[in-house]
Structure formats: structure tokens, C-alpha cells
């Protein structure tokens, strides 16, 4: 990606998207996430098609006659690490800076390879999520 481009997702990201931490699954812990959610699907495509990256899913449509099809765009995990690494410095919102630098500084730190966690790493793990929680 250029650093125009990587600057222009920022944006979007900035006003449409989140950085967020999500249980993708019942028996792990949280694990880092962006997600864009859009009407126009050829944002997301072009998104998807410079970061070699990610998901985009049809949302479901309660009300046709009064909303238009919308879509999310989601990467997960490593990747979701990777792509805050080339955004973080075009962030402009304080608050997905602060979770993006977060997640960059610290996430693999409290999160072993291998899933086994030590009394230690866990009160690592949870002071981890109270400090993102409480980015407001």
C-alpha cells in the first residue's frame, strides 16, 4: 500500500470503523479486530483489495423498503495487528489511537503462543483488557 493509501483507510476507519477486541470463539479470549461497516460494497472490495485482507459479509436487511444493503468489512488476529501497524500514525480519533497502540505495544506480550497461561500471564492478560475497556 502507498502511505496516500494507507492514510485514506485510516480515515475511513476513523469514521466508520472499530478497533475492537472480540471472542471469536467460546472456549479463547478476546482477539483484536477492525471492522468497517458500509452500504457502498465497493469501498470495502477496494479496502480488501489493498490490504490482502480480511472478510466482507452481507448484513442481514430487516427492512428492505426503508434501508439499503450493508456490509462489513472484518480482519482478525495477526492480520488486524499487521494493518493497525500501517494506519496507526494517519489516526486522527484519540481513542482508536490509543486502542491501536495498545494492541501493537501489548497484545503478543499477554498472549502466549502456545494458549497456556501462567497465574502471572493472565493478570497480565486481564490488566491488558481493563486498560482497552477503559479507553473511552
Known amino acids: 500500500m502507498t502511505e496516500e493509501e494507507k492514510s485514506y483507510i485510516a480515515g475511513i476507519i476513523d469514521g466508520e470503523g472499530s478497533i475492537m477486541l472480540i471472542k471469536f470463539h467460546s472456549n479463547q479470549y478476546p482477539s483484536p479486530c477492525i471492522s ?11 479496502i480488501k483489495f489493498k490490504t490482502k485482507v480480511g472478510t466482507i459479509n452481507k448484513k442481514k436487511n430487516y427492512n428492505p423498503q426503508k434501508h439499503k444493503k450493508s ?18 500514525p494517519y489516526l486522527i480519533i484519540e481513542s482508536k489511537r490509543k486502542r491501536t497502540k ?12 502456545n494458549g497456556k497461561y501462567s497465574k502471572e500471564m493472565l493478570e497480565a ?10 479507553i473511552k
Open 36 to 46: 468497517i461497516s458500509s452500504t457502498t460494497i465497493e469501498l470495502l472490495e477496494w
Open 71 to 88: 456490509y462489513t468489512y472484518c480482519v482478525k488476529y495477526n492480520d488486524a495487528i499487521n494493518l493497525l501497524k500501517e494506519i496507526e
Open 102 to 113: 495498545l494492541i501493537i505495544e501489548k497484545y503478543k506480550k499477554v498472549t502466549p503462543r
Open 125 to 134: 492478560k486481564e490488566k491488558f483488557y481493563n486498560d482497552f475497556i477503559s
